[in-house]
Each structure stands twice: as structure tokens, then as C-alpha cells.
């Protein structure tokens, strides 16, 4: 019986570290990959303003940027970290003449510079809505390495919802890919992070 | 900040918001308490809104939120959000069960109601009538103050 136990309680060990080990395994290899891949992050876009100009990744060179793809039907993740960027805009007071936030739409179709104004407007002045053909689109997020993909679904407005990278990119003054602000950065933080780097 | 620090001001911070605004705004129901609820303004009606509260079950049963609706939105539902290595996806959440004791938090980044259809927006300071549904208790009618469109919790 004892010796039984003993055996069980030997099994049931290698087996966790055996998962234990996978999970490592695993978790590093993503990060691994990851962190590639954001190392490869070159912002490169032609896209429409909300004002209706033309601009690409050169117009914002000179601030740091505050950039996050997503759509204005999304009544969450986006709203929520739009106002995360607002408050840090007003917590930076006067340095945050030197930071651009963006809002990349990831939903070409429905948002039109038009609508993009009229959203980006309920969030802070300073904040740019950034449109464009399908195409153009798919180009400036695959330079960002965002991911996005249009979802059906039947009760959703117009019949589909959209699924994105919920991160805030940070670049630089010279457009280079800083670090992500994981969702749900507290605005603070990223304010002092900023105050820092400024 | 290390780890103990910021358990503490997780701690500190939750209990502010159990102690804080969560007292005026509260609905008993039966066994069940609905609490704080919020919800942001919107931009015109051709977008979808969302609205948010925290559900506590003080009895002994299991019950479930198995639908919402409010005059203000033709069709509202509970949706859930999942973030996937940081993909974020959403989806209708299905009857909502809240077993004895527990308390369910709607709130940014997880649950939310999704007010769609909307027949009025949503004005910053009006409040509207929100009727929850659940499986024992039966229906509810809280209601519901409208925060600025960049509120991301509920406000005193």
C-alpha cells in the first residue's frame, strides 16, 4: 500500500514537471516569436486623415506616438482604451504637445473619414482617426504586425464584428517601434512612462 | 511596484469602489443584488453602446441573466469579450449563470451589456430604464446613469 502510494506520488511528480516544462517551453517560444516579430514593426502607411487629408507615417515624425488599431461599432475594448489615451493626453499637460495619438480603423468599410471625425472628436481634440481603402488598410497594420479579422455574426450591426490587437503601439520621434502597452495599462503608468522618455 | 504592493492597492482600490459609489446605486431583488450600473454615452444611434454593472447572488441557488432590454435599444444582448495573445474578440456570452454567493462584474474589457438598434443616443447625464431578465428571480428593472463617452468606470 505504502510503496503504492509512494509510486503514485512519483508518477503524479514527473508528470507535473513534465507539464511544467512544456508550459515553459511553450511560453518562451511565443515570446520568442513575439518578440521577432516586434522587433520587424516598420510603420509604413498611405491612409486618410479624418480630416480628409492624405498623410502617411512621415506627417507624425518629430512626436512620439500613441497608436491603436480598432473600429468605431466596437463599444468596449475601444472606447475604453480611447479614453485611457485621452487621460493620458490630459495627465502629459504641457509635454503632451510632443505625443500624436493615433486610431488606425481596422474597418475600412464602415469607417469613413467622416465617421471617424465624428468619433474621434467625443475623445480628445489632439486625437487622429485614420481611414483608408481596404487595401491600405491591410498594409499599415501588417507593418505594425497587428493582427484584425472581420467576424460574422448574425446579430451584430450590419451582420459582423470585428477582432483586433487590443495593444497601444509606442514609437518614437523618428517612427520606430518603442514598445506595446498592453490592454488595460493604467493611464497613469503610461504617463510616467512617457514623462520619462520625453 | 512589487507584487505585494500591488495586491495591497488592488485591495485598496476594491475596496474604494465596494465602499464608494456602490452604495447609492444599488437594486435588491430576491436573492439578488444589481449593483452600480453604468453606461457610456453614445456617438448618434448607428453605433452599438454598452452598459455595465456587478450582479451578486445572496441566496442558495445558482440563477441566470438570460436576457436584457431596455426602449432605448431594439436589441440588446450580454456579450463577453476574450482577448487571445492580445486579440481581442466578441461575442453574444449566452445565459449569464451566477451561482450562490458570487458575484458577476460587468465591466470594461470582460462583460457588457450591447445596447444595439439604438432608438435615442445615449446624452452624457440622462439615465434609462434597463429590464434584466433572469432565470428564478424573474425580471428586474434598474435604473441606468449615462457616463461621458470616455468614462471607463462608474463615476460618483
Same mark, same amino acid.
Given at each position: 500500500?505504502?510503496?503504492?502510494?509512494?509510486?503514485?506520488?512519483?508518477?503524479?511528480?514527473?508528470?507535473?514537471?513534465?507539464f511544467?516544462g512544456?508550459? !515553459?517551453?511553450?511560453t518562451?517560444?511565443?515570446?520568442?516569436?513575439?518578440?521577432?516579430?516586434?522587433?520587424a514593426?516598420?510603420?509604413?502607411?498611405?491612409?486618410?486623415?479624418?480630416?480628409?487629408?492624405?498623410?502617411?507615417?512621415?506627417?507624425?515624425l518629430?512626436?512620439w506616438?500613441?497608436?491603436?488599431? %480598432?473600429?468605431?461599432?466596437c463599444?468596449?475594448?475601444c472606447?475604453t482604451?480611447?479614453?485611457? *489615451?485621452?487621460?493620458?493626453?490630459?495627465?502629459?499637460?504641457?509635454?503632451?504637445?510632443?505625443?500624436?495619438?493615433?486610431?488606425?480603423?481596422?474597418?475600412?468599410?464602415?469607417?469613413?473619414?467622416?465617421?471617424?471625425?465624428?468619433?474621434v472628436?467625443?475623445?480628445?481634440?489632439?486625437?487622429?482617426?485614420?481611414?483608408?481603402?481596404?487595401?491600405?488598410?491591410?498594409?499599415?497594420?501588417?507593418?505594425?504586425?497587428?493582427?484584425?479579422?472581420?467576424?460574422?455574426?448574425?446579430? !451584430?450591426?450590419? %451582420?459582423?464584428?470585428?477582432?483586433?490587437?487590443?495593444?497601444?503601439?509606442?514609437l518614437?520621434?523618428?517612427?520606430?517601434?518603442?514598445?506595446?502597452?498592453?490592454?488595460?495599462?493604467?493611464?497613469?503608468?503610461?504617463?510616467?512612462?512617457?514623462?520619462?522618455?520625453? | 511596484?512589487?507584487?505585494?504592493?500591488?495586491?495591497?492597492?488592488?485591495?485598496?482600490l476594491?475596496?474604494?469602489f465596494?465602499?464608494?459609489?456602490?452604495?447609492?446605486?444599488?437594486?435588491?431583488?430576491?436573492?439578488?443584488k444589481?449593483?452600480?450600473?453604468?453606461?457610456?454615452?453614445?456617438?448618434?444611434?448607428?453605433?452599438?453602446?454598452?452598459?455595465?454593472?456587478?450582479?451578486?447572488?445572496?441566496g442558495?441557488?445558482?440563477?441566470?441573466l438570460?436576457?436584457?432590454?431596455?426602449?432605448?435599444?431594439g436589441?440588446?444582448?450580454?456579450?463577453? *469579450?476574450?482577448?487571445?495573445?492580445?486579440v *481581442?474578440?466578441?461575442s453574444?456570452?449566452?445565459?449569464?449563470p451566477?451561482?450562490?454567493?458570487?458575484?458577476?462584474?460587468?465591466?470594461?474589457?470582460?462583460?457588457?451589456?450591447?445596447?444595439m438598434?439604438?432608438?435615442?443616443?445615449?446624452e452624457?447625464g440622462a439615465?434609462?430604464?434597463?429590464?434584466l431578465?433572469?432565470?428564478?428571480?424573474?425580471?428586474?428593472?434598474?435604473?441606468?446613469?449615462?457616463?461621458g463617452?470616455?468614462?471607463?468606470?462608474?463615476?460618483?
Amino acid at each position: 500500500m505504502t510503496k503504492l502510494r509512494i509510486l503514485l506520488w512519483v508518477v503524479a511528480a514527473l508528470a507535473g514537471m513534465g507539464f511544467l516544462g512544456l508550459y !515553459a517551453w511553450k511560453t518562451s517560444f511565443q515570446d520568442d516569436a513575439r518578440q521577432s516579430a516586434l522587433a520587424a514593426i516598420r510603420p509604413d502607411y498611405t491612409l486618410t486623415a479624418h480630416t480628409g487629408e492624405t498623410v502617411t507615417e512621415r506627417n507624425y515624425l518629430g512626436k512620439w506616438q500613441l497608436v491603436f488599431f %480598432g473600429f468605431t461599432h466596437c463599444p468596449d475594448i475601444c472606447p475604453t482604451t480611447l479614453a485611457e *489615451v485621452a487621460t493620458v493626453m490630459d495627465g502629459l499637460g504641457e509635454a503632451a504637445r510632443n505625443v500624436q495619438p493615433l486610431f488606425i480603423s481596422i474597418d475600412p468599410e464602415r469607417d469613413r473619414p467622416a465617421a471617424m471625425a465624428e468619433y474621434v472628436a467625443a475623445f480628445h481634440p489632439a486625437l487622429i482617426g485614420l481611414t483608408g481603402e481596404p487595401e491600405a488598410v491591410a498594409e499599415a497594420a501588417q507593418s505594425f504586425y497587428a493582427y484584425y479579422e472581420m467576424q460574422p455574426q448574425s446579430d !451584430a450591426p450590419d %451582420g459582423y464584428t470585428m477582432s483586433h490587437s487590443s495593444a497601444l503601439y509606442l514609437l518614437d520621434p523618428n517612427g520606430r517601434f518603442v514598445h506595446l502597452f498592453s490592454y488595460g495599462t493604467p493611464a497613469a503608468e503610461i504617463v510616467e512612462d512617457l514623462k520619462e522618455k520625453l | 511596484m512589487n507584487t505585494a504592493s500591488k495586491a495591497l492597492s488592488i485591495a485598496l482600490l476594491a475596496g474604494f469602489f465596494f465602499a464608494g459609489p456602490g452604495k447609492a446605486e444599488s437594486t435588491q431583488f430576491g436573492d439578488l443584488k444589481v449593483e452600480t450600473p453604468w453606461a457610456r454615452a453614445s456617438i448618434g444611434t448607428a453605433r452599438p453602446a454598452a452598459a455595465y454593472m456587478t450582479i451578486r447572488n445572496g441566496g442558495s441557488a445558482t440563477d441566470q441573466l438570460v436576457g436584457v432590454e431596455s426602449p432605448v435599444s431594439g436589441m440588446a444582448e450580454i456579450h463577453k *469579450v476574450k482577448t487571445k495573445d492580445g486579440v *481581442v474578440s466578441m461575442s453574444p456570452a449566452g445565459p449569464l449563470p451566477i451561482g450562490p454567493g458570487e458575484t458577476v462584474a460587468l465591466a470594461p474589457g470582460g462583460l457588457h451589456v450591447m445596447l444595439m438598434k439604438l432608438r435615442q443616443p445615449l446624452e452624457k447625464g440622462a439615465r434609462f430604464p434597463l429590464t434584466l431578465t433572469f432565470e428564478r428571480a424573474g425580471k428586474v428593472t434598474v435604473d441606468v446613469p449615462i457616463h461621458g463617452v470616455g468614462a471607463i468606470a462608474p463615476e460618483k
